[in-house]
């Protein structure tokens, strides 16, 4: 299934199909707060919150944006309570058994990122099958940040480049930006273009540090569970509206 001809028929009228994000990240904030308002549990807005990443990545496979990346889970998330913890953790597991027939189905080729081998077993032997089984998929690039940071991401890709220059593979002259790339859990993965955070608050939280270097900053006061098609119409036409100088002058 190739992703243009569902965007030319599916793609608001006011968008430009010449100027969409080649990659979207969202750092879906606001879970805890969106069940809080209403009088409910944390972990009935992060339940929520899975339908609603469900619908965006569909939205985006609609419109014609070829990847889309989730914060799921922090390595500074640890630090919660753990019943939330845990909750989440199995939340991962029952959503990855739960979609992966489907996602196989819509041709999505789907990636986990972070310090996986941190996770629970039997979260990681789901990952691994979803990792295995949508690799040969070739329409829309879903990658999930889990127990993900941006620091320890770099820290991990100067550990592997530092022992390879250690047993004689590379030399420290052949490190350079490319090299570098190579060693980060999104390597093959283009880098966002547009992050959109969501309930308000003004900061990256050690996500994709490396690759966020140009990617272009939308923040909405919108909860993430209430972040629906149009939120995400409203970011992608704020998104088209940037003048992307990349350090550059436009004349
Ligand atoms: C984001 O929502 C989901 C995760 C970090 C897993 P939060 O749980 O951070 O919700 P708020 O920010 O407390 O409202
Ligand atoms: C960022 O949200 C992490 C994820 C969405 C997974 P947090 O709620 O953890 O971030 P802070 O604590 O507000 O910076
Ligand atoms: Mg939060």
């Not at 001809?5 to 599916?10: M, V």
């Not at 914060?71 to 500074?76: R, V």
């Not at 994709?208 to 939308?218: K, N």
Request: charged content about 25%; overall charge negative; glycine content about 6%.
């Amino acid at each position: 299934m190739s992703l243009e001809p569902i965007a030319l028929q599916q793609l608001p009228k006011d968008l430009d199909l010449q100027r969409l994000p080649q990659h979207v990240a969202v750092i879906m904030d606001g879970n805890g707060r969106w069940a809080k308002n209403r009088g409910r549990p944390r972990i009935m807005g992060h339940q929520k919150g899975v339908d609603i990443l469900k619908n965006l990545l569909y939205c985006c496979r609609d419109w014609g944006v070829p990847a889309l990346t989730a914060y799921a889970f922090s390595t500074e998330n640890w630090g919660r309570p753990s019943e939330e913890v845990e909750f989440l953790m199995t939340l991962f597991e029952r959503v990855l058994r739960r979609e992966l027939e489907e996602m196989m189905a819509e041709n999505v080729r789907i990636r986990f990122v972070g310090n996986l081998e941190k996770l629970p077993q039997s979260l990681q032997s789901e990952i691994a099958k979803a990792m295995q089984d949508t690799e040969a998929n070739s329409g829309i690039q879903f990658t999930v940040a889990t127990n993900y940071g941006g620091r320890e991401e770099i820290v991990q890709a100067c550990r592997a480049i530092a022992s390879k220059v250690e047993q004689g593979y590379i030399q420290a002259t052949d490190i350079d930006e490319d090299l570098f790339e190579q060693h980060l859990y999104t390597k093959g993965l283009h880098h966002p273009d547009l992050l959109i955070r969501t309930s308000g608050e003004m900061r990256i939280s050690n996500f994709l540090l490396w690759q966020m270097a140009y990617a272009e900053i939308y923040v909405t006061d919108t909860l993430w569970p209430d972040f629906d098609r149009s939120e995400f119409h409203r970011a992608l036409l704020a998104y088209q509206k940037r003048d992307r100088r990349f350090g550059r002058v436009n004349i």
